[in-house]
T-cell receptor, first 111, second 118 residues
């Protein structure tokens, strides 16, 4: 699976949009980009995933660059409960489906 | 999203004993389940992939005889830590992938099990 690079930490003001970047320059054509988050001492929570088109759901938006070498997770209106470690993962799926977690980005939402 | 439940949420056991952790997909069928371990201030480390009705596939460095995995049904996988030692103390997390579906599906995670070996 391709490696991902994320900043170790970010801060965001409550109510503002949080934009979390992820580099995956070695991603291959059949690999999806997944985002999960983990609040302290809990299991990871699925947020969103996509292949090449931008995706949006009730939690977040995923913007994938045209060359697919990077992506951005957008939380439109961050709340204190969004403070968590956010993981960007690339996954090829099928029989090779495997979610390999890196170190992620600790997002701290400040009041 | 779909619900994955782990039991117990936490367990304390004596060194040398075995501990079983259950992972259930409550509202969907999961052909494939995954077991992770997470040490304090570290990321999740994949231990093994469990497929219903077949032997689990272990990641390099994970002892299959120590971490026994059984995936007997489409909604239940178990992880047994045999002859547990203090260094096995960790946060164990399972996840389950939706069976079928179109395209690449997401996996859902349990709430984790905190194992402390004394």
């Amino acid at each position: 699976d391709a490696k991902t690079t994320q900043p170790p930490s970010m801060d965001c003001a409550e109510g503002r949009a949080a934009n979390l970047p992820c580099n995956h320059s070695t991603i291959s054509g059949n690999e999806y980009v997944y985002w999960y988050r983990q609040i302290h001492s809990q299991g990871p929570q699925y947020i969103i995933h996509g292949l090449k088109n931008n995706e949006t759901n009730e939690m977040a938006s995923l913007i994938i660059t045209e060359d697919r070498k990077s992506s951005t997770l957008i939380l439109p209106h961050a709340t204190l409960r969004d403070t968590a470690v956010y993981y960007c993962i690339v996954n090829s799926g099928g029989s090779n489906y495997k979610l390999t977690f890196g170190k992620g980005t600790l997002l701290t939402v400040n009041p | 999203g779909a619900v994955v439940s782990q039991h117990p949420s936490w367990v304390i056991c004596k060194s040398g004993t075995s501990v079983k952790i259950e992972c259930r997909s409550l509202d969907f069928q999961a052909t494939t389940m995954f077991w992770y371990r997470q040490f304090p201030k570290q990321s999740l480390m994949l231990m093994a992939t469990s497929n219903e009705g077949s032997k689990a596939t272990y990641e390099q460095g994970v002892e299959k005889d120590k971490f026994l995995i059984n995936h007997a049904s489409l909604t239940l996988s178990t992880l047994t830590v045999t002859s547990a030692h203090p260094e096995d103390s960790s946060f164990y997390i399972c996840s389950a992938k939706l069976t079928g579906g179109v395209g690449n599906t997401e996996a859902f995670f349990g709430q984790g099990t905190r194992l402390t070996v004394v």
